[in-house]
């Protein structure tokens, strides 16, 4: 209460300042509160992508096990008819020649094609075993009946096939024909997903991803290979591209309705394979955000982070050993409807300290002028209107405090009584006017001759008083120092005429009796003044 009074603005300020901080933490915390459902939201939408894409690859490597089981089971037990038995006779013929070609169908079958023996003795994974050459053959043509049925704009991945070690494949997409079959050749069989299937090398002979890498048609793919074994022998590799259009697309079926960012899907190296946006992957990061992201990605399998102004989630897909990375730009988060409640949530907090702000000012002007109201009306309560002095109550009050506060420091304490002479005469030679004239004159003479620590104040109608914590001799000099001061100016009185105004002053102490009683004191003064008046008026008299 005794701050409300004394500083009404630091009170107001304080006020409106902790409006302020609640409205902003309360704000802060609908935005925190916002931010967590967004970031939710996005990694649970993503969450959503990653498992769609996941159950397709899920679903090739399914297919994937079943040509598998079905060469397996064809090659213990081969179900030969009339034209698979012609084309595997037809095989001892063509079998020396480059490249050959042989058909399960000759209306309905996908070619299976294969180099010469000697060429095949040219590849150390490479071996032709007689022996188990014509079961396997047999099952591969088999594999084509069925591969030929699918329809090839359905599946997910873009090609399914068969390397043989024994130097012969099955591809349910066209291969290099010529000269380039040997040098395609000659590349894929030391690929990694093929090299990776030797038995010493996949010793659990589960299915391997590797890529991105190029397919025959150039593009870029991952591929998904099994080994093929049967009775402990390593007969040949079953393989599945998905290439990058592919994934793309099974990305844009599972984008869900409400506005994502930018979905992107890389492999565990963070190597780009797809992107649900138009222009390359690569051009969403540079090298050293690439390099964050694979140290984020190492130690989790999901999660987010900020780069610059972009929110950055991913998900480790569980088949393809990918991530798929969700790339939410500030203004893409701006647009979806967490962030249009944000946008609002801020333009109400604005809205908000800007009427605050309003508000503040004009409660502050408005206290302003009554601290200025009750400032001027405390002045005309204790001050002389006419000559801006401390009238009679206000200057009885401060010279005791001045004369009690001398006694407890044991100052001396002095007060001069001032009346100016023949006053009366001027009221009434001159006017009333001319007599305030010099009434503020004597004023303004006393208040520029005594010291600023000295308290004076108009007692009376032109009597004036000053209390002062000064000794004796000190307070005669300054009584005489005023009174030189009045007499040596004129005041004009009107119509040309000047006067010159003298005063009579008494001077009483505290030093002659130790009486510090303002009263007392005043009242030896006043007797003094009397003296000096009975004795010829315009002097200083400080002894009875």
């Not at 079943?66 to 213990?76: G, Y």
């Not at 697309?249 to 492999?267: A, K, T, V, W």
């Not at 009434?439 to 009597?463: F, H, K, M, N, W």
């Not at 005429?497 to 002659?512: C, D, F, I, K």
Request: net charge positive; with cysteine.
């Amino acid at each position: 209460m005794k701050l409300a009074h004394s500083h009404p603005e630091a009170v107001i300020h304080v006020c409106f300042l902790l409006v302020f901080l609640f409205s902003s933490v309360l704000t802060w915390r609908e935005g925190s509160m916002l931010k967590a459902t967004y970031e939710l939201s996005q990694r649970a939408s993503l969450k959503d992508i990653a498992d769609d894409l996941d159950r397709q690859f899920q679903f090739s490597l399914d297919q994937l096990l079943f040509c598998r089981n079905m060469l397996q089971q064809v090659m213990r037990a081969p179900a030969e008819n009339s034209q698979m038995r012609r084309q595997l006779d037809y095989f001892s013929l063509l079998r020396s020649q480059p490249v050959w070609h042989l058909y399960a169908s000759m209306t309905h079958s996908l070619p299976l094609s294969g180099i010469a023996d000697d060429a095949v003795a040219a590849y150390p994974l490479l071996r032709r075993d007689d022996a188990r050459l014509k079961p396997e053959l047999a099952a591969t043509l088999m594999m084509s009946l069925i591969l030929q049925l699918n329809d090839a704009n359905r599946d997910f991945h873009s090609r399914l096939w068969y390397l043989s070690r024994a130097g012969f494949w099955l591809s349910s997409t066209p291969l290099p024909q010529g000269e380039d079959t040997l040098r395609y050749l000659t590349r894929v069989v030391s690929a990694p997903w093929f090299t990776a299937m030797r038995p010493g090398s996949n010793l659990s002979r589960q299915p391997r991803w590797s890529g991105p890498d190029a397919t025959a048609a150039g593009r870029s793919a991952l591929t998904l290979s099994l080994p093929v074994d049967l009775d402990g022998y390593w007969y040949g590799v079953l393989a599945m591209d998905f290439s990058a259009a592919n994934i793309r697309q099974q990305l844009l079926l599972s984008l869900p309705e409400r506005p994502m960012g930018s979905i992107l899907f890389y492999d565990i190296n963070l190597r780009p394979l797809a992107s649900a946006v138009d222009g390359p992957a690569t051009a969403h990061f540079t090298a050293e955000q690439i390099a964050r992201l694979q140290r984020a990605i190492a130690h989790s399998d999901r999660g987010a982070l900020r780069l610059d102004t972009r929110y950055i989630s991913w998900v480790k897909t569980r088949y393809a050993r990918g991530v798929l990375i969700n790339v939410d730009t500030l203004r893409q988060s701006l647009t979806g409807s967490t962030g249009q409640v944000a946008l609002a949530l801020l333009g109400m907090w604005l809205l908000f300290t800007l009427a605050l702000l309003l508000s503040h000012q004009l409660i502050i002007r408005l206290v302003r002028r009554l601290l200025a109201m009750q400032e001027k009306l405390r002045w005309r309560a204790s001050h002389d209107g006419l000559t801006k002095m401390l009238n009679r109550s206000a200057f009885f009050e401060r010279a005791n405090a001045l004369a009690y506060e001398s006694q407890l420091r044991q100052r001396p304490f002095s007060v001069i009584q001032l009346d100016l002479d023949r006053f009366k005469q001027v009221n009434d030679g001159y006017g009333h006017e001319a007599g305030d004239r010099v009434l503020a004159y004597a004023a303004a003479v006393i208040d520029d001759t005594i010291d600023p620590s000295a308290i004076a104040g108009r007692v009376g109608g032109e009597e004036f008083c000053i209390a002062l914590a000064v000794t004796a001799a000190q307070a005669v000099t300054i009584a005489e120092k005023v009174r030189v001061a009045l007499a040596q100016k004129q005041v004009f009185a009107g119509n040309s005429a000047w006067l010159r105004v003298t005063a009579s002053l008494g001077v009483a102490s505290s030093e002659a009796s130790g009486d510090y009683h303002f009263e007392s004191l005043r009242s030896i003064a006043d007797r003094r003044l009397y003296i000096a008046k009975t004795s010829g008026r315009n002097r200083v008299c400080d002894r009875d």
